[in-house]
């Protein structure tokens, strides 16, 4: 079997015509552009670059964006004034903190400081509780544009065995739970899972969200799956590579994700779906 790609770049090229189309309209109803704010906290350099990725999409679609880049000793009080600050501006309708933050800021308080309307990171427990309900809300981004991808495939997903590599909260949790909505039957594994090939050799869908590069070897895939690989990992020549061994990926899986442009650029398109929809809902309130 010679896998077919999910090609999340052109996927999530699509995704932004569609975006840039709505807001053209919105504009010429009058309506205000949706606006996000991004906020980071000290000088990480890959903070920095996925901040700069999310400025020039926002440039791409016609959103008006502000960008907070505060000094790595801003105390834990002053950011929650600013995200109290945006909370009110009108012109702001999604505040996102990129992670993680310095060590003496209690990223889960600053979290819990966006209002949940304008949470377009979908991390806020009220969010992430109305995902475990069913409830129309802002999705976590990676496992919302992992499972457009899922869709892109046209493959049912109902009834399907899916292992998550990873339990955070950001990634592996919301991924099972946004699985089990599609009516998949989820596992989720962790470090102190037992015997992982076992497992991901049975599952018709493995999500790979690890951190570990070569961690899904081609011994464990079973052969047909759909495998999404959501770990980035710089290899021993410097390149950027997934969880899952992607030649034997190919060699065995129907469908598979490559690294990069797979769930990478799905994860910035999510975040520019979760700021139009919070526009959306704060044109209708206002
Ligand atoms: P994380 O918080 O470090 O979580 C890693 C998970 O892997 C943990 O749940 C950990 O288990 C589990 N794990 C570690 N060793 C394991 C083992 N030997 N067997 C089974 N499970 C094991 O990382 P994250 O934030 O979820 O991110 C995971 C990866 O996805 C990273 O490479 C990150 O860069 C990438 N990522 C990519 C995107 C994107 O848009 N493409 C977005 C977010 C993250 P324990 O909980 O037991 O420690």
Known sequence: MTARIIDGKSIAAAIRRRIADSVRKHVAHGLPRPGLAVIQVGDNPASSVYVSHKRQDCREVGFHSEAYELPAETRQ???LALVGRLNMDPAIDGILVQLPLPQHIEAQAVIERINPDKDVDGFHPE???RLLLRLPGMRPCTPSGVMTLLRHTGEPLDGKDAVILGQSSIVG????????????TPTICHSRSRDL??????ADIVVAAVGRE?????TWIKPGAILIDIGINRNAAG????DIDFA???AQAAWVTPVPGGVGPM????LLENTLLAAEQHSRLG
């Open 248 to 250: 034997a990926a190919c």
């Open 267 to 270: 994860t910035r398109a999510a």
């Open 197 to 202: 090939q076992a497992k991901v050799r049975r």
């Open 214 to 218: 070569q961690f899904v070897p081609g």
């Open 173 to 184: 949790r919301p991924m099972a739970i946004e699985l089990l909505n599609a009516r998949c």
């Open 127 to 129: 969010n992430i509780g």
């Open 77 to 79: 009080e002053q950011l």
């Open 239 to 242: 390149k950027l590579v997934g």
